[in-house]
């Protein structure tokens, strides 16, 4: 099912589409990037914002990072600063890749129990189901941006998974 080798490669597309996404994000200005584009979380910043959060609050559940202090209605705006956020990206897929290269096989087993500020409950998932949402969840929102670019006129990269550079 999930193993650390498939952990690895994610985290390894996840940077890759990050680092295409943000590139042509940056191509626009910051006023077209905060346009509302009609998607769930309204713009492209919005959107790259809300990711950070989502994958900083999985990540403070998979490695002990530091949660975000805002919940998940403040998430489009977790980061306000396009520098920021771009830097803030930048590091977070490269804590990302260093937490899934040192995985072992015996890290992905068991359940991970946490309160679910969404649901408003405490829930409990098999782990490795958890980290397939987690980078499902990237992949999902990242769609969006595409689209959002796109629209805009931007052309971001490759999205495939089988274009995905060696050294990516």
């Known amino acids: 099912m999930v193993d650390p080798g498939y952990v690895q490669m994610m985290a390894r597309y996840n940077a890759w589409q990050n680092q295409s996404l943000y590139a042509a994000a ?9 346009r509302d584009r009609g ?4 713009s492209v910043h919005a959107t790259l914002s809300h990711l950070l959060w989502g994958d900083t609050v999985w990540m403070s559940r998979f490695d002990a990072w530091d949660a975000p202090v805002v919940g998940l209605s403040a998430s489009p705006g977790y980061v306000a600063d396009w520098p920021d956020l771009a830097a803030a990206r930048r590091d977070a897929d490269a804590r990302i890749l260093d937490w899934a290269v040192a995985l072992r096989p015996q890290d992905l087993d068991g359940t991970l129990d946490w309160f679910s500020g969404a649901l408003g409950r405490e829930v409990s998932k098999p782990l490795a189901l958890c980290v397939m949402h987690f980078f499902n969840h990237q992949t999902h929102h990242r769609g969006q ?6 629209a805009a006129g931007v052309r971001p990269g490759d999205t495939d998974l089988f274009v995905m550079p060696a050294t990516a």
């Open 26 to 34: 940056a191509t626009l200005d910051d006023a077209a990037r905060r």
């Open 145 to 150: 941006v595409h689209g959002m670019l796109t």
């Open 39 to 42: 998607a769930f979380f309204g």
